[in-house]
């Protein structure tokens, strides 16, 4: 049973470039979520995709965008990269249950460095 | 104001004793979820255990068990036998609401790193 995947694991930016980062959910999960975590910190939640579409957002700017396709994996867009934009980012699937209370399961992350 | 607090920075435990790390929440929701992750230095986040705000029994996962404590709003992770392979960070988290309007979002605390000596 094939995990969540993110790929790539590690990239490195210059401010003011665009970066796409991609996310395989777990099979037969149907949800994602994504998470940035800054060095020393928590992860902060920035967006949740579902059937396609964004439907719940954290205090992030709309420099963060995403998309998830037809087959359930998700990209995570941003642009005009800022240094502070620097961290790991994390994916994590579930799948749509009852009450909205299934676990959710994490990739093993994309670490981003912005020069 | 916090909503998960971790206020272990970090915690030493002899290899095959037991360990126990805090975690406070604060939510008005009646309906909520209460997890714990495990991240080795490799970045991945592992789940460890869960545990429903209407569960009336601790949740328990071969050597992590949660004691749930409502009316203090604390979900301390206990972690026994420790083993050199359980060094990493644990992090609490929390999921507020119930159906349709959580959506699964999960809010985390800081953090505990957690060393396990031989």
């Known amino acids: 049973d094939a995990g969540v995947t993110q790929s790539p694991t590690h990239l490195i930016k210059t401010r003011g470039q665009q970066v796409t980062l991609r996310c395989s959910p777990k099979s037969g999960h149907d949800t994602v979520s994504w998470y940035q975590q800054a060095l020393g910190q928590g992860p902060q939640f920035i967006f949740q995709y579902y059937e396609e579409e964004e439907r719940q957002r954290g205090n992030f700017p709309d420099r963060f965008s995403g998309h998830q396709f037809p087959n359930y994996s998700s990209e995570l867009n941003v642009n005009a990269l800022l240094l502070g934009d620097s961290a790991l980012y994390l994916c994590a699937s579930s799948r749509e249950g009852t009450g909205g209370m299934e676990t959710q399961y994490f990739g093993p992350g994309t670490r981003l460095l912005v020069l | 104001a916090q909503k998960i607090t971790q206020t272990q920075p970090g915690m030493f435990v002899q290899e095959k004793e037991a360990v126990t790390l805090d975690c406070t929440y604060d939510?008005?929701?009646?309906?909520?979820?209460l997890f714990w992750y495990k991240q080795p230095s490799s970045g991945e986040m592992i789940f460890l255990i869960y545990q429903g705000s209407y569960d009336e029994q601790n949740a328990t996962e071969g050597r992590y068990s949660l004691n749930f404590q409502k009316a203090r709003k604390s979900a301390n992770l206990v972690i026994s036998a420790s083993q050199l392979g359980d060094s990493a960070m644990y992090f609490c988290a929390m999921r507020e609401g119930d159906g349709g309007t959580s959506y699964g979002k999960l809010t985390f605390g800081q953090g505990t790193i957690l060393t396990v000596h031989p």
């Open positions: 939510t008005s929701d009646q309906s909520y979820g």
